[in-house]
């Protein structure tokens, strides 16, 4: 099943208006200092590009929500059926805005999971997890009033928790626009690659924010011991750093201003993964999502994009 994913057209960020002399400076900022060099300590707040006044607006917000669970947890693929409805473009559960994804994770088992990596077990290991299956909405269920560990997918509680991510802060100052020309898959590499811009179009400056950059495998993989149960959206990789190797965080950002950055994710072959895969190394199979979070881990909004080649 494809997983429905938001494209964005990209356009070109403009300056005018009160923000004429500043985007002015930022601009001759941009043109003498290299975007993300390493070799060069640079203040953050010197590569924003400022936006004009006119761009300040709020957006929907982009929601995700992480599954996490395991080749060798028999509980887990009846969890992750209770998230067909969303992902089902055609169901009236659906909803354009929200992203659902799957980490396998480590589970005491006999069975080898090829689909964990380094990037999906740190992931979960960050919530201090015990069992499984698990899931979170934005980082945080507290705020939609669901327990933080251990939902009951079974007792309806996946339910509750999405429906209620349509009436909770469902707005945002975060803003983000994917590259699609300069974002894709290179299948000789086995590589993705995303640019993405983040925007606070807020007249008013933002706190510390990170950000996370999945590549997901946009096919149902079958679980060996139930063929019947397939998982989908399987998180193939994950990264909070670009392609220079630093962190894609900000201790601020000012109000007004928008910073690009590029991610690299590197794919291993489909082959070694699955056995018998129906379409090796397909790239339309291949998403790529993006989410910011602030210091407290809670996602502010949510972005991805489905890989189309032409």
């Not at 923000?19 to 200092?33: N, T």
């Not at 980490?103 to 201090?128: C, K, N």
Request: proline share 8%; charged share 20%; aromatic share 10%.
């Amino acid at each position: 099943m494809d997983h429905p994913l938001l494209r964005k057209r990209i356009g070109g960020l403009r300056a005018g208006g009160t923000a004429a002399v500043l985007f002015a400076v930022s601009w001759l900022l941009c043109a003498c200092i290299p975007f993300d060099d390493p070799l060069e300590e640079i203040d953050p707040a010197l590569i924003f590009v400022y936006l004009p006044a006119a761009e300040n607006f709020p957006v929907a917000r982009g929601h995700i929500l992480e599954s996490f669970g395991a080749y060798g947890c028999a509980s887990c693929p009846d969890a992750e059926g209770r998230l067909s409805p969303y992902l089902d473009e055609a169901s009236p559960a659906h909803n354009p805005r929200l992203f659902i994804v799957n980490y396998h994770v480590a589970f005491p088992s006999t069975l080898e999971d090829p689909w964990i990596t380094a990037g999906t077990q740190a992931r979960h290991d960050a919530f201090g997890f015990t069992s499984l299956p698990q899931v979170k909405l934005n980082g945080s269920n507290a705020p939609y009033g669901i327990r933080e560990k251990d939902v009951r997918f079974a007792q309806g509680e996946y339910d509750s928790l999405i429906r209620r991510a349509r009436r909770v802060d469902s707005l945002t100052y975060i803003d983000f626009r994917i590259d699609t020309a300069a974002s894709g898959y290179d299948s000789a590499a086995r590589r993705m690659e995303v640019r993405f811009t983040v925007l606070n179009r807020a007249t008013s400056a933002q706190g510390a924010l990170s950000f996370r950059v999945l590549a997901v495998k946009n096919r149902s993989v079958t679980i060996p011991i139930l063929p019947n149960h397939p998982w989908e959206v399987i998180v193939a990789e994950t990264t909070e750093r670009d392609t220079m190797a630093a962190l894609m965080a900000l201790s601020g950002m000012p109000a007004l201003s928008a910073k690009t950055w590029v991610a690299r994710l590197q794919i291993p072959l489909e082959s070694e993964r699955d056995p018998a895969p129906s379409d090796p190394e397909n790239p339309s199979g291949y998403a790529l999502i993006v989410f910011a979070k602030n210091a407290a881990g809670v996602v502010l909004s949510a972005s991805g994009w489905r890989f189309s080649p032409e």
